[in-house]
């Protein structure tokens, strides 16, 4: 599936090093959200798995000597106030250097409470105002495959990450409804469906109903996977990567918070940053 040298090949999936990357990334998140005295830890450590697959289980390719270089895959996090699990990636590709995790939301860092493509490298799309990311990456995703049509290079994709509390916003429908239409099949949706949002369950603010079954009707291949299941989003990746008739979307059940006791399936910890003492317990609990 990579084509870039140096980058992680399917054929090389390491389970212990990808839950390795993945438990050095929740720890980043902490670090940063820590330091910055705010920030999203929730939806940022509920998407750590999902992540580390995707960068360090070959189905994203790109050049880790070089984030601009041209032939690489392209991820959108279109739920950007999950910006701390993007940037601790990053940190593990080596794109970002040590100190600037303490920079989080700080004024003029490159790590700002959402990704800005004009200051940190990695970074694919300026993200944040929810309902947007899908229309970006579609976007993105047709123009590449246009290219690389004309040009009889292998297709380059487009991995895009949502919230599922942001598919309320009905910017998505229409760009789902769109993906579908042009068959848009080097797009890959992502939905982190931890069933909390900043108000609480989903189901008590604007149930989203059945996704899979909505998907589906809008014409959208659909994978429903355990979000936190390292082998299975593994292969829900490249079964998306390799599918070839139209848009893809994986629909991740996890769980706000993952990884720190007191954090998970609680609301409160969408936006919220531990003080220090929960600060060390939550590291105590990744040791």
């Given at each position: 599936m990579s084509r870039i040298a140096g980058a992680p090949k399917a054929e090389d999936f390491d389970l212990a090093e990808i839950q390795k990357r993945a438990h050095c990334m929740r720890k980043h998140?902490?670090?940063?959200?820590?330091?910055?005295?705010?920030?999203?830890?929730?939806?940022s450590l509920s998407a750590a798995d999902i992540m580390a697959c995707l960068y360090f289980g070959g189905a994203l390719s790109y050049d880790p000597e070089d984030p601009q270089n041209p032939d690489r895959d392209r991820f959108v996090l279109s739920k950007g106030h999950a910006a701390p699990v993007l940037y601790a990636a990053?940190?593990?590709?080596?794109?970002?250097?040590?100190?600037?995790?303490?920079?989080?939301?700080?004024?003029?860092?490159?790590?700002?409470?959402?990704?800005?493509?004009?200051?940190c490298?990695?970074?694919?799309?300026?993200?944040?105002?929810?309902?947007?990311?899908?229309?970006?990456?579609?976007?993105?995703?047709?123009g590449l495959a246009q290219e690389d049509r004309q040009s009889g290079k292998e297709?380059?994709?487009?991995f895009v990450m949502t919230g599922d509390g942001e598919l309320q916003e009905g910017q998505n429908w229409e760009a789902l409804m769109y993906a579908a239409y042009k068959k848009i099949n080097n797009l890959?949706?992502?939905?982190?469906?931890?069933?909390?949002q900043i108000d609480g369950f989903l189901d008590d603010v604007l149930s989203l109903g059945d996704l899979n079954a909505k998907f589906e009707a809008f014409g959208w291949k659909t994978f429903v996977i355990d979000g936190h299941d390292i082998n299975?989003?593994?292969?829900?990746?490249?079964?998306?990567?390799?599918?070839?008739?139209g848009p893809v979307v994986i629909l991740c059940n996890t769980i706000k918070?993952?990884?720190?006791?007191?954090?998970?399936?609680?609301?409160?910890w969408h936006g919220k940053a531990p003080n220090d003492d929960e600060y060390k317990t939550a590291l105590s609990e990744l040791l």
């Open positions: 998140i902490l670090r940063m959200v820590h330091a910055a005295k705010s920030g999203h830890p929730g939806g990053l940190h593990e590709v080596g794109y970002i250097p040590d100190e600037w995790l303490d920079t989080l939301r700080h004024l003029n860092s490159k790590l700002q409470g959402h990704p800005d493509m004009l200051k490298p990695g970074v694919e799309a300026s993200t944040g105002s929810l309902g947007q990311g899908l229309s970006i990456a579609s976007g993105i995703a047709l297709l380059r994709h487009v890959v949706a992502i939905v982190d469906h931890n069933r909390l299975a989003i593994q292969e829900a990746l490249l079964a998306a990567k390799a599918y070839e008739e918070g993952k990884g720190i006791s007191y954090m998970e399936d609680q609301a409160g």
